[in-house]
């Protein structure tokens, strides 16, 4: 063979040594494996257990007929109902195949080479990705210390000494994935006020459905004050739809225009948008999952810290738990049993394990397979 081009020479610089996002284990391959002993217990991805409302069944096949047509290349009907439901002009509205997607064009579309993307510490895996795939650098602020009361969570203080002149973007989770912390609403004005205002803040709220703590409203009831705020929201969890990709922006119109360029074209597929539409009117079916969630959070804490566990405290439907330096051979007995958990070695976090927290009897079946290794 003729020698194969040097392809990674071509590629545009900032792609050259990128890592993708590591979305766990082979899931298919351990459905299949576990099929017949119990089946594969799901605690890895923070996936709604109790999935989405039944109304998306009949929403998804009267679509069915259409397969062959294009979907709305805006989804308009979509925006709209999400427009009511969250108290928002359409305009503000911005859909995405996902919010990965959207998070990936803010960085592309507002950041570049000698900019910086202001980070916490122990912060979602995709927006250092977002950042240097823009060609920027990602800036760390520590975190809070594992003894804090908001184990590992984000330090507001911290992130608004970091801002320097490079600052363009600053992101962060609220509450936030992987350590289940939060902080409240009056904090997140002080530190609004401490940005200036041409640096876009992005808080991610894809696990705001799951507060309970009165604390901490949507940042959403901001963005009005504060027009450098982007609030992303998702399908992916409360709303049990994570198998379909959907996820929204809501932020000024104009830094909106400036994205919907590298939008791709019928990005949010014709399932996605009836679906997604299904769930969001059926409010009760939210809330049912919502108070077994939280429910089921109580329960899942107090059993883990009844084994002597450390577990950060969380606003989500996940809990970060210290396991020590036992954590891989923790995490490899729990497999062999058909249990994932999310390793968090990637987020240098050896000695955790991420767990969603699921239905009760699932919830057991992890406390049981626990007790046998911790005892
Ligand atoms: C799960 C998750 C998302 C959702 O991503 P989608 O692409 O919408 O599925 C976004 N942000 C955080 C912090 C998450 O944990």
């Known amino acids: ?36 002993a119990g089946g594969l217990l799901e605690l890895g991805s923070n996936e709604n257990p109790f999935g989405p409302s039944p109304s998306v069944i009949p929403a998804i096949q009267a679509e069915l007929a259409q397969l062959h047509r294009y979907p709305d290349p805006a989804g308009n009907a979509l925006k709209r109902a999400i427009a009511r439901s969250q108290g928002v002009g359409e305009q503000h509205i911005m859909l995405g195949n996902g919010s990965h997607e959207l998070l990936m064009q803010l960085a592309q579309v507002f950041t570049g080479p000698d900019d910086e993307v202001l980070l916490s510490r122990y912060c979602f895996a995709v927006y250092p990705i977002a950042a240097k795939a823009a060609g920027a650098l990602p800036v760390y602020a520590d975190a809070y210390p594992a003894d804090h009361a908001m184990a590992l969570g984000h330090d507001l203080d911290a992130l608004a000494a970091a801002i320097t002149p490079r600052t363009k973007l600053i992101c962060f989770a609220n509450p936030n994935n992987p350590t289940g912390t939060w902080f409240g609403s009056r904090q997140l004005i002080d530190f609004l006020d401490r940005v200036p205002p041409e640096v876009l803040v992005l808080v991610d709220e894809a696990y705001i459905e799951y507060v309970s703590d009165p604390a901490l409203g949507s940042a959403l009831a901001l963005c009005t004050r504060y027009p450098n705020l982007i609030v992303a929201r998702t399908f992916s969890k409360a709303y049990g739809l994570a198998g379909l990709r959907v996820g929204y922006l809501i932020a000024e119109p104009s830094v909106l225009a400036l994205l919907e360029p590298v939008r791709e074209s019928f990005n949010v597929n014709a399932l996605a948008l009836a679906a997604s539409e299904a769930a969001l009117a059926d409010g009760p079916h939210l809330q049912k999952v919502v108070a077994r969630t939280q429910e089921q959070r109580e329960w899942l804490s107090a059993a883990l810290r009844g084994l002597g566990l450390r577990v950060s405290p969380s606003q989500t439907n996940f809990l970060l738990v210290h396991f020590g330096p036992e954590t891989p051979a923790i995490e490899q007995v729990l497999l062999q049993q058909g249990i994932v958990v999310r390793p968090m070695g990637g987020y240098g976090l050896g000695e955790y394990l991420r767990i969603t927290v699921a239905d009760r009897s699932e919830n057991e079946r992890l406390m049981a397979a626990l007790k046998a290794v911790r005892p």
């Open 1 to 36: 063979m003729a020698g194969t081009p040097d392809f990674k020479a071509l590629a545009n610089p900032a792609m050259r040594n990128l890592s993708a996002y590591d979305p766990g284990h082979d899931i298919p391959a351990l459905r299949r494996r576990f099929a017949g």
